[in-house]
C-alpha cells in the first residue's frame, strides 16, 4: 500500500525565485492538503484541493498556489520567494467520505530560501 | 482565531513511566481530534484519533477527551526511549466547509533509559 509520497526532498532556492514542490497522496486517497511547518511551530495549513479544485484557504498570500491532477496528484507554488518562507512543506492525504477524516502526511519538502 | 494550545515542554520521564501530553482547544464546534508523533526531521505520524467523550486505547497508547472541557490528552504507558519525539496535538471542526487541521506547537518528550 504505497504512502503518500512528495518531491524533492530538499530545495535551497534564492529570494525571489519560484518553487514547486509535489505530491501523490497516498493509494485511495482523493484529497490533497498542503501545510507549512516552521522551525519549532506546528503544521499551518495552507490550502487543501479535492476533485481539482480548491477546497479551503489558509491565511497564506496569493504567492502560494496550487493544483491538482485528474490522477489526484497535487502541486504546491510559491512565487517570489521570500527568506520567511523557508520551512518543512508537508502533503496530507484523506478520503472524502470515508469512515474517518484522517489526514496522512507524506516525508515533506525542505525548503531553504538564501 | 481559532486555537489549539500545548505545553511545549520538553517533558521527561524514565523508561517505564507514564507520560502524559495535555491540549485544549478554543473553537467549542471541532469535532475531530488527532495526535501526530513528530521526531526530529521527519514528518508528522499519526498515532490515534478521537472523536467521542471518555477514551479511547491503542496498545500503550490511551486518548482522553472531554469536550465539555474543550481538553485532549494523550497518555503512553511503559514509556520508551523510542518514544521520545514531538507530540503535535490537532482538531479539526468536521461541520461545514472547514476541512484543515489545526495544530498545537508540539510538546517535546524525553524518555530517559
Known amino acids: 500500500d504505497a504512502g503518500v509520497t512528495q518531491s524533492p526532498t530538499h530545495l535551497i532556492k534564492t529570494r525571489g525565485q519560484q518553487v514547486t514542490l509535489r505530491c501523490s497522496p497516498k493509494?485511495?486517497?482523493?484529497?490533497v492538503s498542503w501545510y507549512q511547518q516552521a522551525l519549532g511551530q506546528g503544521p499551518q495549513f495552507i490550502f487543501q484541493?479535492?476533485?481539482?479544485?480548491?477546497?479551503q484557504r489558509g491565511n497564506f498570500p496569493d504567492r502560494f498556489s496550487g493544483h491538482q491532477f485528474p490522477n489526484y496528484s497535487s502541486e504546491l507554488n510559491v512565487n517570489a520567494l521570500l527568506l520567511g518562507d523557508s520551512a518543512l512543506y508537508l502533503c496530507a492525504s484523506s478520503l472524502l467520505g470515508g469512515s474517518t477524516d484522517t489526514q496522512y502526511f507524506g516525508p515533506g519538502t525542505r525548503l531553504t530560501v538564501l | 482565531q481559532k486555537e489549539v494550545e500545548q505545553n511545549s515542554g520538553p517533558l521527561s520521564v524514565p523508561e517505564g513511566a507514564i507520560a502524559s501530553l495535555n491540549c485544549t482547544y478554543s473553537d467549542r464546534v471541532s469535532q475531530s481530534f488527532f495526535w501526530y508523533r513528530q521526531y526530529s526531521g521527519k514528518s508528522p505520524e499519526l498515532i490515534m484519533s478521537?472523536?467521542?467523550?471518555g477514551d479511547k486505547e491503542d496498545g500503550r497508547f490511551t486518548a482522553q477527551l472531554n469536550k465539555a472541557s474543550q481538553y485532549v490528552s494523550l497518555l503512553i504507558r511503559d514509556s520508551q526511549p523510542s518514544d521520545s519525539a514531538t507530540y503535535l496535538c490537532a482538531a479539526r471542526n468536521s461541520g461545514g466547509s472547514n476541512y484543515k487541521l489545526t495544530f498545537g506547537k508540539g510538546t517535546l518528550l524525553t524518555v530517559n533509559p
Open positions: 493509494s485511495g486517497h482523493d484529497t
Open positions: 484541493y479535492y476533485e481539482e479544485e480548491e477546497r
Open positions: 478521537i472523536y467521542s467523550n
